[in-house]
Protein backbone atom coordinates (compact mmCIF):
# COMPACT_ATOMS: atom_id res chain seq x y z
CA UNK A 1 0.00 0.00 0.00
CA UNK A 2 2.65 2.27 0.97
CA UNK A 3 4.43 1.49 -2.39
CA UNK A 4 1.17 3.02 -4.15
CA UNK A 5 0.92 5.80 -2.49
CA UNK A 6 4.29 6.85 -3.07
CA UNK A 7 3.82 6.24 -7.41
CA UNK A 8 0.89 8.26 -7.08
CA UNK A 9 2.86 10.99 -5.21
CA UNK A 10 5.90 10.59 -7.75
CA UNK A 11 3.10 10.93 -10.69
CA UNK A 12 1.68 13.60 -9.52
CA UNK A 13 5.10 15.76 -9.18
CA UNK A 14 6.28 14.62 -12.49
CA UNK A 15 2.97 16.47 -13.98
CA UNK A 16 3.33 19.46 -12.19
CA UNK A 17 6.89 19.51 -13.08
CA UNK A 18 5.52 19.09 -17.29
CA UNK A 19 3.02 21.85 -16.65
CA UNK A 20 5.54 24.09 -14.46
CA UNK A 21 8.84 23.00 -13.85
CA UNK A 22 9.49 25.92 -11.25
CA UNK A 23 6.39 25.55 -9.39
CA UNK A 24 6.78 26.52 -5.67
CA UNK A 25 5.84 22.80 -4.37
CA UNK A 26 8.26 21.35 -6.28
CA UNK A 27 11.08 23.05 -4.62
CA UNK A 28 13.29 22.86 -7.88
CA UNK A 29 17.03 24.28 -7.09
CA UNK A 30 20.51 23.73 -9.37
CA UNK A 31 22.68 21.92 -7.60
CA UNK A 32 25.93 22.53 -6.99
CA UNK A 33 29.19 20.77 -6.11
CA UNK A 34 29.88 16.99 -7.87
CA UNK A 35 25.79 17.54 -9.15
CA UNK A 36 26.93 20.79 -10.55
CA UNK A 37 24.80 20.04 -14.01
CA UNK A 38 21.92 19.14 -12.27
CA UNK A 39 18.38 19.83 -11.01
CA UNK A 40 16.46 18.88 -8.08
CA UNK A 41 12.46 18.99 -7.05
CA UNK A 42 11.07 17.67 -4.09
CA UNK A 43 8.49 14.39 -4.23
CA UNK A 44 7.69 15.09 -0.45
CA UNK A 45 9.46 16.33 2.32
CA UNK A 46 12.11 13.83 2.34
CA UNK A 47 12.32 12.51 -1.02
CA UNK A 48 13.96 14.38 -4.05
CA UNK A 49 14.43 13.59 -7.71
CA UNK A 50 17.80 14.38 -10.30
CA UNK A 51 17.42 15.62 -13.52
CA UNK A 52 19.44 16.41 -16.28
CA UNK A 53 18.70 19.35 -18.44
CA UNK A 54 18.87 17.93 -22.43
CA UNK A 55 17.24 20.74 -23.79
CA UNK A 56 15.32 23.48 -22.56
CA UNK A 57 12.40 21.55 -23.14
CA UNK A 58 13.42 17.99 -22.19
CA UNK A 59 14.52 16.80 -18.87
CA UNK A 60 16.17 13.51 -17.85
CA UNK A 61 15.65 12.14 -14.44
CA UNK A 62 18.67 10.59 -13.31
CA UNK A 63 18.17 9.82 -9.22
CA UNK A 64 15.65 9.22 -6.70
CA UNK A 65 16.06 8.62 -2.80
CA UNK A 66 16.55 11.03 0.30
CA UNK A 67 18.32 14.63 0.62
CA UNK A 68 21.38 12.88 1.70
CA UNK A 69 21.07 9.82 -0.74
CA UNK A 70 21.15 12.03 -3.97
CA UNK A 71 23.32 14.69 -2.35
CA UNK A 72 26.01 12.49 -1.05
CA UNK A 73 27.20 11.69 -4.91
Known sequence: M???????????????????SKH?????HKLSG???NRWSIS???GLRMVY????????YFVDLGTHDEVYRK
Open 43 to 45: ISK
Open 2 to 20: KDRKLVSRIEKQISLFELN
Open 52 to 59: IMIDKNIA
Open 34 to 36: NLN
Open 24 to 28: PSLRT
